[in-house]
């Protein structure tokens, strides 16, 4: 099964980044709704309620609480929805796929969809999403580096 769209919100931040290792040994960190803190950088404390599609995590980071939902998922794919949190957008919606390039590479995409928050340009609320796919990727470059 393909990943869903990942939203309709107004805006949109993508970014991939290419990996020498395994999709599924990517896919086990990553694929893991309740284990964000393992590799996405500033998580405090997370607490999840629910298995599986529907499932609710609490964030607890340096930049406040967010709640997020798991909204679907794949072999190798989740779409979330943040339901409240720091970020200057609402609407919020995205994926992270994995896939597999080679037996030992791979290539993980993050796609992003949003509307600005009240107040809130365009461009900053962009920016803002970016900065969380260039942490999250920089992690990911350190956590898997050769």
Not at 5 to 21: F, K
Not at 26 to 39: E, P
Request: net charge neutral; with cysteine.
């Amino acid at each position: 099964m393909e990943p869903p769209n990942t939203g309709e919100g107004a805006l949109s931040a993508e970014r991939s980044i290419a990996l020498a290792v395994a999709a599924r040994d990517v896919w086990s960190l990553i694929g893991d709704f309740a284990g964000l803190d393992r590799w996405m950088p500033g998580i405090l404390a997370i607490d999840t309620a629910g298995e599986g599609v529907g499932t609710v995590r609490t964030v607890r980071t340096r930049a406040g609480v967010f709640v997020e939902r798991l909204e679907a998922s794949g072999p190798m794919w989740q779409r979330y929805a943040i339901l409240t949190g720091p970020l200057p957008v609402q609407k919020y919606y995205a994926t992270l796929l994995v896939t597999e390039t080679s037996d030992v590479s791979c290539r993980v995409d993050w796609t992003s969809r949003f509307d600005a928050g009240v107040g809130v340009s365009p461009r900053t609320a962009v920016a803002a999403v970016e900065a969380v796919h260039a942490a999250g990727f920089r992690a990911l470059t350190r956590l898997f580096a050769s």
